[in-house]
């Protein structure tokens, strides 16, 4: 099947409602890496790694943001563009996911890269360019179809969510961090995790399916609820930020 634009924003009152959600990602993102920087210069450097992920999610989830707020405002977009939405969304929630994964490992091992299976500089790295990797996934639209960049979003946001999700259940065994910030945050994170999977795979699928109100009308609903969560997540940081 064709999709024609702009897939997303085509059920009644939900264009208002994208366009919300992607600008209060926007911003609390770009809120949460300017908070996390400046945490990251006066924590201890056992914790930069920790921090450092925490900086790179909030740059992405500004890109992911802006990205989609000016998608959902063009009118008639190329229907390559259209499917940007899906795997932008999906690599920012690889995104949360990574950050959750290293407030565990970061509970648990000292900041070495013997400790941490390997260089870290150079794991961390080949992390990063994955998650670029995915927030390119957006223009395969161009060489390999639509249909296919839906079908792969679809088959990747499942794995994300089981990747955050046995992080976050390792967390949950540690008693020494229940309570803590990193204990809040890692809490918080795994919603917009979650929220924001949902919204990838609901907007994935409006490239391949028919029930386009009921799908977009889902992937703008699971859009504010991951940015709500997000919020959880910014007030955090500015409290842990002022104790500082």
């Known amino acids: 099947m064709t999709p024609t634009a702009p897939l997303v924003g085509t059920a009644a009152g939900t264009e208002l409602i994208w366009f919300v959600g992607f600008v209060l990602l926007a911003v609390l993102s770009a ?11 006066a924590a201890p450097e056992s914790q930069s790694s920790l921090w450092g992920y925490y900086t790179f999610v909030g740059l992405a989830g500004l890109l992911v943001g802006a990205v989609g707020a000016g998608r959902v405002s063009l009118s008639a ?10 795997t932008l969304l999906l690599g920012y929630a690889f995104g949360c996911a990574l950050s959750m994964r290293e407030a565990q490992y970061n509970a648990v091992f000292s900041n070495t890269e013997l400790e941490r299976f390997g260089d870290y500089p150079t794991r961390r790295g080949a992390e990063v360019g994955i ?4 927030l390119g996934v957006g223009l395969p639209p161009l060489v390999i179809g639509p249909s296919l960049s839906a079908a792969l979003t679809i088959l990747l946001a499942p794995g994300i969510v089981v990747y955050g999700g046995y992080f ?7 008693t020494a961090t229940q309570g803590t910030l990193v204990d809040t945050l890692v809490r918080h994170v795994l919603l917009t995790l979650v929220f924001v999977s949902a919204a990838a795979v609901s907007t ?9 109100a009921v799908l977009d009308s889902l992937g703008a609903t699971f859009l504010l609820l991951g940015t709500a969560s997000l919020i959880a997540v910014v007030i955090k940081f500015r409290q842990h930020a002022v104790s500082v």
Do not use: K
Request: aromatic share 8%; hydrophobic share 60%; no cysteine.
């Open 77 to 86: 977009p190329p229907t390559a563009v259209a499917a940007l939405v899906p």
């Open 131 to 134: 998650v670029v990797g995915i």
């Open 168 to 174: 976050f259940r390792e967390h949950l065994r540690g």
């Open 31 to 41: 809120w949460m890496a300017f908070v996390a920087r400046r945490i990251a210069g």
């Open 204 to 212: 994935a699928l409006l490239l391949v399916s028919p029930e386009t």
